[in-house]
């Protein structure tokens, strides 16, 4: 079985400070990371993901990731926020399985809220 | 190049009607998903198809919902006899092939159903 926990469902952050969003993953074999994001009233789009290359993954609008896995974690980050970050963040896992596949599990989302 | 669409954008209906939404995959993908998105949770997979064929079946909510994918293309999903807990964002995706969820996911803009 595999899960993600997203710590925080609402994250505020002043326009130009760090963005720190958080993921815990459980998986009982090599994972694969994604993060996903959602802006309003649109669909899911890919920002990083890691399948078992290099353990920081950079990815689209300056974010960023890093694979710990003594900490079981993924989270995003992002130097400077912008404006245009506001949206729902989502981290996602899914992994190989012998002789069959692993469907991708999403977190419950993490909403960034810009306050200029 | 196209992107995956849905339709309709929006649905109302009332409790106890049937309702069909539709998803055009990008063209040549070959693995197809459907996600129901409820306020304040995160993305529950209902069924994944690839090619016509759905392995798992397992995230349909109850025997209400059906999907069918005909000629590796569009894909329907069908709710009878809705419910007003069926109201949710019904998101789709399409990835190029299935590879132990490795594939980044394309995700439409979603259709909204309303059950009132």
């Known amino acids: 079985a595999q899960s993600v926990t997203q710590l925080g469902s609402h994250v505020s952050v002043s326009e130009g400070a760090l963005v720190l969003l958080r993921c815990n993953y459980s998986s009982s074999v090599p994972p694969y990371l994604f993060w996903y994001v959602q802006y309003p009233n649109q669909g899911l789009q890919l920002l990083l993901k890691y399948t078992s290359a290099a353990t920081l993954v950079k990815g689209i609008n300056g974010f960023e990731a890093e694979f710990k896995k003594s900490e079981t974690s993924f989270h995003l980050t992002k130097p400077s926020a912008h404006m245009s970050d506001a949206a729902e963040y989502f981290c996602a896992v899914s992994a190989d399985l012998s002789g069959g596949y692993q469907k991708v599990t999403f977190g419950t989302g993490t909403k960034l809220q810009v306050i200029p | 190049g196209a992107g995956v669409s849905q339709s309709p954008s929006n649905k109302v209906t009332e409790k106890g009607k049937d309702v069909e939404l539709r998803c055009d995959p990008i063209s040549g993908h070959t693995a197809l998903y459907w996600y129901r998105q409820s306020l304040g949770q995160g993305l529950e997979f209902l069924i994944y198809?690839?090619?016509?064929?759905?392995?798992?079946k397992s995230g349909l909510p109850s025997d209400r919902f059906s999907a069918e994918r005909t000629g590796g293309s569009v894909s329907t999903l069908t709710i009878q006899r809705t419910q007003q807990e069926d109201s949710a964002v019904y998101l789709c995706?399409?990835?190029?092939?299935?590879?132990?969820?490795?594939?980044?996911?394309?995700f439409g803009p979603g259709t909204r159903l309303l059950v009132l």
């Open positions: 198809f690839q090619g016509n064929s759905a392995p798992d």
């Open positions: 995706a399409s990835s190029l092939e299935w590879r132990g969820g490795r594939e980044t996911q394309y």
